[in-house]
């Protein structure tokens, strides 16, 4: 059965750092498109990031993280990261990793995933 783990949140100060790593079972995560996302209390789900199969490598940021995350492979690990740099009060959510079995080329749209994680809460103090 395929399973997404997160792991890696917290609670930080503003400027801080944090990051977010996905690994999963069953499948092979350098094959298929892996996002983030976040839900944050009383907003709709929003996708931070995103990176496309090994072949296709191509990125997507949310414009309000880019310059301050950066996602990656480890194909070793098989695992997916989400480096969270300047952390602001704002990013405070819940982050969820996706994979979309059915693609290589990552986009930031929800239904297009088809397995998810459990979440992993960030809360970032002013």
């Known amino acids: 059965q395929v399973q997404l783990v997160e792991s890696g949140g917290g609670l930080v100060q503003a400027g801080s750092s944090l990051r977010l790593s996905c690994t999963a079972s069953e499948f092979t995560l350098d094959y298929y498109a892996i996002g983030w996302f976040r839900q944050a209390p009383g907003k709709e789900r929003e996708g931070v990031s995103c990176?496309?199969?090994?072949?296709?490598?191509?990125?997507y940021y949310a414009d309000s993280v880019k310059g301050r995350f950066t996602i990656s492979r480890d194909t070793a690990k098989n695992t997916v990261y989400l480096q969270m740099n300047s952390l602001k009060p704002e990013d405070t959510a819940v982050y969820y990793c996706a994979a979309d079995l059915d693609s290589e080329h990552a986009v930031p749209w929800a239904p297009e995933y088809d397995y998810w994680g459990q979440g992993t809460q960030v809360t970032v103090s002013s």
């Open positions: 990176i496309s199969s090994s072949v296709d490598g191509s990125t």
